[in-house]
T-cell receptor, first 113, second 111 residues
Framework: DVKVTQSSRYLVKRTGEKVFLECVQD?????MFWYRQDPGLGLRLIYF???????EKGDIPEGYSVSREKKERFSLILESASTNQTSMYLC????????????FGPGTRLTVL | TQLLEQSPQFLSIQEGENLTVYCNSS?????LQWYRQEPGEGPVLLVT?????EVKKLKRLTFQFGDARKDSSLHITAAQPGDTGLYLC???????????FGSGTRLLVRP
């Protein structure tokens, strides 16, 4: 059974803390994505990576950075968490070939106090 | 920029009723995907439509891609409580790694 796993389902952090969200996929996919999901706004792309050590900004990269040192792992970093980063964070992966059909992890609900 | 508009945003229906969800854009997509997301989980791909005018059926779900590849619809026949969830459409633009997601339709099917 193919999987995308995320390191935490729920996370509570304080304003100003550095936050790491980890995502691992076991499908040998080249592409990996980080989204945030907020009510009424759908999924908004933060960053994506199409290869190891490669990254591209999505639609809302401000306040975030990413790291992809290994093909199976894509990390999202909040350098200094703020309350407006309280959200559901979803990681996804897709193969290079095909229609970019994405496989999602279960999400991390992050609350920043 | 919201390129994909979904309607309705919310839908609450009785078990056994039919419903249609719409996904509209002014952009042309090379393909369009539909996902369903259940509470506390990530979205799961239901179907991908590629050709203008294409119709795909998945049991009681019928998906259609518009002739101009700018819009799509999802029709559910005889809805069941298990159909409850958030339905998301996502468009693939040519020469892009990105998917453009709609804002979603939240469906509740009451027993």
């Amino acid at each position: 059974d193919v999987k995308v796993t995320q390191s935490s389902r729920y996370l509570v952090k304080r304003t100003g803390e550095k936050v790491f969200l980890e995502c691992v996929q076991d499908m040998d996919h080249e592409n990996m994505f980080w989204y945030r999901q907020d009510p009424g706004l759908g999924l908004r792309l933060i960053y994506f990576s199409y290869d190891v050590k490669m990254k591209e900004k999505g639609d809302i990269p401000e306040g975030y950075s990413v790291s992809r040192e290994k093909k199976e792992r894509f990390s999202l970093i909040l350098e200094s968490a703020s309350t407006n980063q309280t959200s559901m964070y979803l990681c996804a992966s897709s193969p290079r070939e095909g229609r970019n059909e994405q496989f999602f992890g279960p999400g991390t609900r992050l609350t920043v106090l | 920029t919201q390129l994909l508009e979904q309607s309705p945003q919310f839908l609450s229906i009785q078990e056994g009723e039919n419903l249609t969800v719409y996904c509209n854009s002014s952009s042309v997509f090379s393909s369009l995907q539909w996902y369903r997301q259940e509470p506390g989980e990530g979205p799961v791909l239901l179907v991908t439509v590629v050709t203008g005018g294409e119709v795909k059926k998945l049991k009681r779900l019928t998906f259609q891609f518009g002739d101009a590849r700018k819009d799509s619809s999802l029709h559910i026949t005889a809805a069941q409580p298990g159909d409850t969830g958030l339905y998301l459409c996502a468009g693939e633009l040519d020469s892009s790694y990105k998917l453009i997601f709609g804002s979603g339709t939240r469906l509740l099917v009451r027993p």
